[in-house]
T-cell receptor, first 113, second 112 residues
Framework: EAGVAQSPRYKIIEKRQSVAFWCNPI?????LYWYQQILGQGPKLLIQ????????DSQLPKDRFSAERLKGVDSTLKIQPAKLEDSAVYLC???????????FGPGTRLLVL | DQQVKQNSPSLSVQEGRISILNCDYT??????FLWYKKYPAEGPTFLIS?????DKNEDGRFTVFLNKSAKHLSLHIVPSQPGDSAVYFC???????????FGKGTKLSVKP
């Protein structure tokens, strides 16, 4: 069974530029999560989708971050404009449903200069 | 305010010995706890979980102990192997549908 796929794996941008990350969850998984992991910290949930609807986006900085999950499968997370403090690893995870184990992708490492 | 705390950033253990990783939490609403393992350049991988109705859960070499009164859980790895060298994250949620709150992680090094 294929795992959670993410791309790109690495991205370097300058502050005030925009960037987008893509996630393809495990087939059949209804719930999709985006996490931000800053160096030395644990992952922090940004947004949770159930199929193509948002369940929780309370931790998403909505002035610059946006995410969508069209058709309830793939998802994209966008940052516009990026700030220095957005440098982090962005992890995507999926689960069969909200009660089940979350499986993580390899992450996208973002460096904002 | 950190709700899940892993106070030891690192731990070094000899191969074959026991590794004990600790985690404390402050939110009394947490009732489901998990451990994830993370290798460099990979995403976290689920290792073992425990709900608050239990005080112990075992899976092969891995055992998680929960002390609800102390708001403390620990992960025991016996015997430790060099392949266990990774960062271990403790996570907690309020209910099985609650959001996961992660600790900062403990880097385990198992020396041959």
């Amino acid at each position: 069974e294929a795992g959670v796929a993410q791309s790109p794996r690495y991205k370097i941008i300058e502050k005030r530029q925009s960037v987008a990350f893509w996630c393809n969850p495990i087939s059949g998984h209804a719930t999709l999560y985006w996490y931000q992991q800053i160096l030395g910290q644990g992952p922090k949930l940004l947004i949770q989708f159930q199929n193509n609807g948002v369940v929780d986006d309370s931790q998403l900085p909505k002035d610059r971050f946006s995410a969508e999950r069209l058709k309830g499968v793939d998802s994209t997370l966008k940052i516009q404009p990026a700030k220095l403090e957005d440098s982090a690893v962005y992890l995507c995870a999926s689960s069969l449903n909200r009660q089940e184990t979350q499986y993580f992708g390899p992450g996208t490492r973002l460096l904002v200069l | 305010d950190q709700q899940v705390k892993q106070n030891s950033p690192s731990l070094s253990v000899q191969e074959g010995r026991i590794s004990i990783l600790n985690c404390d939490y402050t939110n009394s609403m947490f009732d489901y706890f998990l451990w994830y393992k993370k290798y460099p350049a990979e995403g976290p991988t689920f290792l073992i979980s425990i709900s608050s109705i239990k005080d112990k859960n075992e899976d092969g070499r891995f055992t998680v102990f929960l002390n609800k009164s102390a708001k403390h859980l620990s992960l025991h790895i016996v015997p430790s192997q060099p392949g266990d060298s990774a960062v271990y994250f403790c996570a907690a949620s309020a209910g099985s549908q609650g959001n996961l709150i992660f600790g900062k992680g403990t880097k385990l090094s198992v020396k041959p």
